[in-house]
């Protein structure tokens, strides 16, 4: 069965830190996967997505960027984190016709 | 291009009352899936059900029921005797196209409905 790991749970980070949040997917091969946020009280926004190995799409501009360095591997990343960067952020992968969500991370930049 | 809007930003109920959840999506593709996900207080997100465009029969699982409206663009989700344990965050969500040349099936989220069921 397909699962899909996400770690930390928990992060507080002081401002101008370096970030980086993994997530691994198990039991697929060339998933689709993606990288949302949800600020406090907000909806989720898509943040990135992948059809492939090394293929990112960025869908809004901002302090973050993601990688993909292994088909079932997604990493987010930041040189220097913001205030605003604090936020609750899910992974998931889909087959394109259903989507797996990793358990987030909470995320505080202090 | 695609839009989900859930125009209830909060509401509040006493156990036991019937609620429905509003859901208006906007899009130009013509094959599509649409979503219902439930994020309790811990954060995770919960699958509810996933309707095909084409698809337009209502459904019903348990307590919770779903009506599909092609016309007017409207999946809204109706919670029989609220309990509880139904209080959260319920999303609505739409995905791209997965048929033809589009391959990202990017999932995109309505703003949310927090739900109060108090006893």
């Known amino acids: 069965s397909q699962t899909i790991h996400q770690w930390p749970a928990t992060l507080v980070q002081p401002v101008g830190s370096p970030l980086s949040l993994e997530c691994t997917v198990e039991g697929t091969s060339n998933p689709n996967l993606y990288w949302y946020r949800q600020a406090a009280g907000r909806g989720l926004q898509l943040l990135f997505y992948?059809?492939?190995?090394?293929?990112i799409s960025s869908e809004v501009p901002q302090n973050l960027s993601a990688s993909r360095p292994q088909d079932r591997q997604f990493i987010l990343s930041s040189k220097k984190l913001l205030l605003s960067d604090s936020g609750f952020y899910l992974c998931?992968?889909?087959?394109?016709?259903?989507?797996?969500f990793g358990s987030g991370t909470r995320l505080t930049v202090v | 291009a695609q839009k989900v809007t859930q125009a209830q930003t909060e509401i509040s109920v006493v156990e036991k009352e019937d609620v429905t959840l509003d859901c208006v999506y906007e899009?130009?593709?013509?094959?599509?899936?649409l979503f219902w996900y439930k994020q309790p207080p811990s954060g995770e997100l919960v699958f509810l059900i996933r309707?095909?465009?084409?698809?337009?029969q209502n459904e019903i699982s348990g307590r919770y029921s779903w009506n599909f409206q092609k016309s007017t663009s409207s999946f809204n989700f109706t919670i029989t005797a609220s309990q509880v344990v139904d209080s959260a965050v319920y999303f609505c969500?739409?995905?791209?196209?997965?048929?033809?040349?589009?391959?990202?099936?990017?999932?995109?989220f309505g703003q949310g409905t927090t739900l109060q069921v108090k006893p």
């Open positions: 998931a992968w889909s087959d394109r016709r259903s989507y797996t």
């Open positions: 969500a739409l995905s791209e196209s997965v048929s033809g040349s589009s391959n990202t099936g990017k999932l995109i």
């Open positions: 992948s059809v492939g190995i090394g293929q």
């Open positions: 309707r095909n465009s084409f698809d337009e």
């Open positions: 899009t130009r593709d013509t094959t599509y899936y």
